[in-house]
């Protein structure tokens, strides 16, 4: 049987977009032998515009500035705004896009940021390529109206509220698979327990242990774990900076109180997730599945408003998590989920274990090469 390619394409824009490309490549190596799989950046290709360029470097900035990035992103939601997005974006991705299908020749194409839907659309309505694409979307609930596009063969929602979402937007049942956002697939391959990963990480196996996640997406931090610093429980702190250097600074000068055990950059969070008992981070696409994938609850500090609302409101409605975004919340919620020998932490793992999705890129990995068959 003849090798088949799968072209991804992904972008810079938030660590979600790359751990999902990276989640499908893996699922695809791992379960087919038959196929040959490239992960790109076409916005970052000499190609493209300097203006998407900086305007994609503008994205931290904009995401850490209060209102800025929910009004850019809901008044590109708009219908009008959203047609002169793609048309622009059309324009300055398009040489990139083409030039990328005609380098790797795939037999199909998985889309993980909808900055290429617009262009795609353009070349494939221009007789350039008839290859399937398969977009998958990368947040819950919130669902910019770009990500639905014709152009797409199948289009991979992750919840109920998505393929609603999709409808409304135009598209066909028969081209829309609710599925979920693709995790590493890791979380399945993994075969260690939490205890085993502890004792492996040099983590007290005895203390209630909190996965604290950050990035240069997050806001006051720190801040918010003063509380649990001064609060005598019998806890441990996981700190993972997410490659900030600021962050990882902060982490390293803090006086801490309670045990902690500081990280810059990992690629194991996955691993240090399940050796976990809860996770403190913002509400992005990709820590929130990643948790509920490996069953354990989320508290959310931090909300990107606009992209992040429906991630937060996901993990509220299916009572897999809470949102605390002072320290003395935080603090308060930590302490009723311990109270009562863990009584609603057991609750929430368990509301978080039902919605989670831990083969998702697997599923995700079967539609493309049935596309391809």
């Not at 990035?69 to 048309?87: P, Q, R």
């Not at 590493?184 to 085993?196: A, D």
């Amino acid at each position: 049987m003849a090798t088949k390619r799968v072209l991804i394409m992904t972008s810079s824009l938030g660590f979600g977009h790359k751990s999902a490309a990276n989640a499908i490549a893996r699922a695809l190596e791992t379960t087919y032998d038959d196929v040959e799989v490239k992960v790109v950046n076409p916005a970052q290709h000499e190609d493209t515009s300097d203006l998407l360029k900086e305007i994609q470097g503008m994205y931290d900035e904009s995401s850490k500035r209060e209102g800025l990035y929910e009004f850019l992103y809901k008044l590109s939601d708009t219908g009008i705004a959203s047609m002169a997005t793609n048309s622009a974006v059309a324009v300055m991705l398009r040489d990139a896009v083409a030039g990328a299908i005609e380098e790797h020749k795939p037999d199909a194409i998985v889309v993980v940021h909808f900055d290429y839907l617009a262009p795609l659309k353009s070349i494939y309505d221009m007789g350039g390529f008839k290859m399937p694409i398969v977009t998958t979307i990368t947040d819950l609930t919130t669902i910019h109206r770009r990500w639905f596009n014709q152009v797409s063969k199948v289009t991979v929602v992750p919840t109920d509220k998505g393929a609603k979402l999709a409808s409304d937007n135009g598209l066909l049942k028969s081209k829309v698979r609710k599925i979920g956002i693709p995790v590493n697939p890791t979380i399945v391959e993994e075969t260690r327990s939490g205890l085993e990963i502890r004792h492996e990480l040099g983590w007290d196996k005895g203390k209630t242990t909190i996965c604290v996640v950050g990035s240069k997406r997050v806001s006051n931090l720190v801040e918010n774990l003063h509380g649990l610093n001064h609060s005598g429980l019998d806890i441990q702190l996981a700190l993972v900076a997410g490659g900030d250097e600021k962050l990882h600074r902060q982490f390293i000068n803090t006086e801490w109180h309670v045990p902690v055990h500081i990280y810059n950059y990992v690629e194991n969070i996955p691993a240090m997730i399940k050796a976990s008992d809860m996770v403190i981070s913002k509400a992005g696409g990709l820590i929130v599945s990643e948790t509920l994938a490996l069953g354990k609850p989320i508290l959310i500090t931090d909300v990107i408003e606009g992209q992040e609302t429906g991630n937060a409101m996901y993990v509220l409605e299916n009572g897999a998590g809470d949102r605390a975004f002072t320290p003395i919340d935080v603090l308060e919620t930590v302490f009723h989920w311990l109270n009562d020998d863990g009584k609603l932490l057991k609750v929430r793992s368990e509301k978080a274990a039902a919605v989670g999705r831990p083969r998702a890129a697997y599923d995700i990995a079967d539609v493309v090469m049935e596309l391809m068959a």
